[in-house]
């Protein structure tokens, strides 16, 4: 079966205003991932498609594996804000924003996890994404933002192609070396390895040690 096709504007589930035109022509070549935080999804789409919130996303993903889309693909939507990936700003003009539906303090159900899976193979074909373009909100901003957060399957999505996740450790390479290759932005050396370990290694604690830096070099190549 191929990838899903695109939702024309008119088959958007809930139209969010807060979208425009993608910058300086643009295309997706990132998803960003993000939980929606909120209680429940009627409170996340409320604040999606609320013009006076002036955020968005693409689509939302429900805990029972639903996708509503909420901007049409080739607009930009409001999810990134700011923050940077391998060196370049803008990441709203440059990437797919997908809200899963999660207060952050509980794992995703089997459901959602296999319907946002299914979503993101449409997505990833329609624009020719790699796994190594798909990233979390805290990748790629720091010390702002934590989700889509420690309870989030990556490994289970990279076993399918989805995502990026080392096989086997690598070499005892400088972390800030390896962080930068994969794209992390810069900021504090701290703030940067508790990003790394939220994607990476969410139950790691405690200063820098050799595994950060093995699994790092691993996932830089």
Known sequence: MGPAPLPPAAALTHPSPNCGERRGGQRPELIVLHYTGMADAGSARDRLCDPAAEVSA????????????????????RHAGAGTWQGRDDVNSRSIGIEIVNPGDRPFPALQMLGLERLMQGIMARWQIPASGVIGHSDMAP????????????????????????????????????????????????VRLAAFRLRFRPWASGSEDEMDRRIAAAVAG
């Open 58 to 77: 693409h689509w939302l993903v429900l805990e029972d594996g639903r996708a509503e889309a909420l901007v049409p693909e080739e607009l930009r939507a």
């Open 143 to 190: 010390g702002r933002k934590i989700d889509p957060g420690p309870r989030f399957d990556w490994r289970r999505l990279a076993l399918g192609g989805l995502a990026i996740w080392p096989e086997e450790p690598g070499p005892d390479l400088p972390l800030a070396a390896s962080l930068d290759r994969i794209g992390y932005p810069q900021a504090d050396a701290g």
